[in-house]
């Protein structure tokens, strides 16, 4: 029977807090409140949720930073706890917004200087070093001092720095927070490729981006509040949402169009205004109650600009299993 | 296990993260070249103050070695408190700590490379205080037992560095801001260990009380071998040593101690990745 790359079984975890004018109770926080999960390895698994969801204190759980408050977890089929030593032995991780190393330092030699951490030789380790920074596209900043880097390019430097002990395990915490969009593609790009390239390896990505969870998993598990609520392929989450139907239309500039919701079929209504026009998107019990909307804004003297039914994303399954959107509950943030 | 990488395990391992933590401080410190101002021109000011003092009130020659000994040993000392027991604070606020708990090496070597660089950059310095006031001032030095010297000076710096990285866990457990910590362990310190002037001057038992600093004695044990007789010694040299070899392993204890409650705590309590 082939060992999980991750397992965990019934994961708590809690932070003490302290005393405060809003906190007067001192109440704990739960952060992890009985994640069980299972990653075969050579999957890239994606853990999706708001800030504050759980996601970072899973990971950090897992890459053995964090001790569980209750439960059980395996990494490469080593306890995280007992084992913690093992599990280290076989895992990497690269945080977005990391600002690790030493500004002094070029490069190349801060890129050395992790790799002797792993006890890589340094020739070797040179010669890797030199091979990604050419896959990353930093090779020609390799002489650079890091406290000289973009965002993008330190961030290119870290994936580096994560890939360098080529690990059985990649944790990647949020890997393109901040990034512009072309840095972020980059990033995905590379990542994509080295799991392709590399069969049995696992890469475990937490992200609050819908679209870079369906671009790159092949399972994403939708965390909120501690708990896990959905895990399943992308294009299985979205067919369990398909009981309910998507419309997204456009009118002419509408104040509001929350009264939408008032009418029968009609699930949900989120609208945003632009310069020259209103979108609205809707999750309808049936594709029949369209016309019901459809009625009501002729009779409101509303022009429909555009009408189109949508598939469902992941957005809208977050929506359908969470009752908010991905803004709206990381709004309500905690510890993540 | 899948195939990766051939690595080094076991001390080859131990070896290579120590060489790798060790060469920001050696090499890319240096390249910092601030240091030459900061790290020597500066102590060798406050140096060059006493100097003037001991000169006005005419005060043997000796006590110009004194002084400058006392300005050399500053530069390990403030290494020993800024880039030891404060590192792990700023390891945390840049992110390193958190990547330094989970590679595999464990953080013993890096710790290690942290002490071998630091103390490899300070030498540098502290020698180039030592000569320069040596210039300035005409002082000449006469080791009368170069190998008890480097025993001694060897002991100290074990012991120092050892306190160093105990105080590394304890500030990062205390202290929010780190740089308090340190700041409060700069005068009062030189004023304890007698950087400029013998210690046996704040009475036998204040100096043997603040002999628990390894400062204090490897100060008193060089100087008696430096001046000789016209040293008013604490205590006699070989009992320094003792206590030396003494503070080096009760700080290695304290510091492997304070290491793992540290690393325990961190993953209990989350201390390390804690944003709220």
């Known amino acids: ?89 076989r895992i990497s991780m690269v945080s977005g917004g990391e600002s690790s190393g030493y500004g002094l330092l070029t490069v190349r030699e801060q890129l050395w200087m992790f790799s002797q951490f792993y006890g890589l030789p340094t020739r070797a380790a040179l010669g890797r070093i030199d091979e990604l920074l050419r896959v990353v596209g930093l090779f020609d900043e390799r002489h650079r001092r890091v406290s000289a880097l973009s965002t993008g390019m330190r961030q290119k430097m870290n994936l580096v720095r994560g890939l360098l002990p080529d690990p059985e395990i990649l944790f990647l915490d949020e890997p393109t927070v901040g990034l512009d969009v072309s840095a972020a593609r980059d990033i995905r790009a590379y990542i994509k490729a080295w799991i392709a390239e590399r069969p049995g390896r696992t890469i475990l990505l937490t992200t609050h981006y819908m679209h870079e969870a369906e671009e790159l998993c092949q399972r994403v598990a939708i965390i909120h509040k501690g708990r896990i609520i959905a895990c399943d392929a992308p294009a299985a989450l979205k067919r369990e949402a398909t009981g309910d139907s998507y419309f997204v239309l456009s009118t002419e500039v509408m104040d509001g169009a929350s009264w ?77 | 296990m899948i195939a990766t990488m051939p690595r080094a395990h076991g001390p080859r391992r131990f070896f290579r993260a120590t060489l790798g933590r060790s060469y920001p401080r050696i090499i890319g410190s240096n390249r910092d070249r601030s240091w030459l101002f900061y790290d020597t021109v500066l102590p060798l000011l406050g140096t060059i103050a006493f100097v003037y003092v001991y000169k006005a009130l005419g005060a043997p020659d000796r006590f110009i070695g004194y002084v400058i000994m006392g300005g050399a040993t500053t530069a390990f000392w403030m290494n020993v408190m800024w880039a030891m027991a404060a590192q792990f604070y700023w390891d945390k606020q840049g992110g390193n700590l958190e990547l330094y708990m989970v590679v595999p090496c464990g953080i013993a070597p890096i710790l290690f490379g942290m002490s071998l660089g630091g103390f490899l950059a300070t030498m540098i310095r502290a020698t180039a205080i030592v000569l320069i006031g040596s210039l300035l001032f005409g002082v000449r030095f006469a080791i009368s037992n170069l190998g008890l010297f480097l025993l001694i000076f060897g002991v100290a710096i074990v012991a120092l560095y050892g306190l160093g990285v105990a105080f590394a866990s304890l500030f990062l457990l205390w202290g929010r801001e780190a740089w308090h910590m340190a700041e409060l362990f700069m005068e009062p310190v030189f004023l304890a260990s007698g950087f400029y002037f013998p210690v046996r001057a704040l009475g036998f038992w204040a100096a043997m009380g603040t002999s628990l600093i390894p400062l204090t004695l490897a100060l008193d044990g060089l100087r008696q071998l430096l001046f000789g007789e016209m040293h008013p010694a604490l205590l006699p040299v070989w009992w320094e040593v003792v206590g030396l070899v003494f503070l080096a392993v009760l700080f290695f204890v304290l510091a492997r101690f304070m290491l793992r409650r540290m690393e325990f705590l961190a993953r209990r309590e989350g201390r390390l990745s804690l944003r709220f």
């Open chain 1, 260 to 336: 939408l919701g008032q009418l029968p079929g009609v699930h949900r209504v989120d609208s945003r205004a632009f310069d020259d026009h209103t979108e609205i998107r809707l999750r309808l019990a049936e594709d029949g109650a369209i016309a019901g909307v459809v009625k009501a804004l002729a009779d409101r003297d509303r022009r429909i600009l555009s009408l189109q039914k949508l598939e469902p994303s992941l957005e809208d399954v977050f929506v359908q299993l969470v009752g908010q959107r991905l803004e709206e509950a990381d709004q309500s943030g905690g510890p993540s």
């Open chain 1, 1 to 89: 029977m082939t060992v999980p790359a991750i397992a965990a079984q019934d994961l708590v975890r809690t932070y003490r807090t302290k005393r405060s004018p809003g906190n007067p109770d001192a109440a704990p926080v739960v952060a992890l409140d009985g994640v069980t999960l299972e990653v075969p390895p050579g999957e890239f698994f994606g853990l999706l949720g708001p800030n504050g969801a759980g996601k970072t204190t899973l990971i950090k759980v897992l890459v053995t930073l964090l001790l569980p408050s209750r439960g059980s977890a395996k990494v490469a089929g080593f306890d995280v706890v007992a084992q913690a030593h093992e599990v280290r032995e």
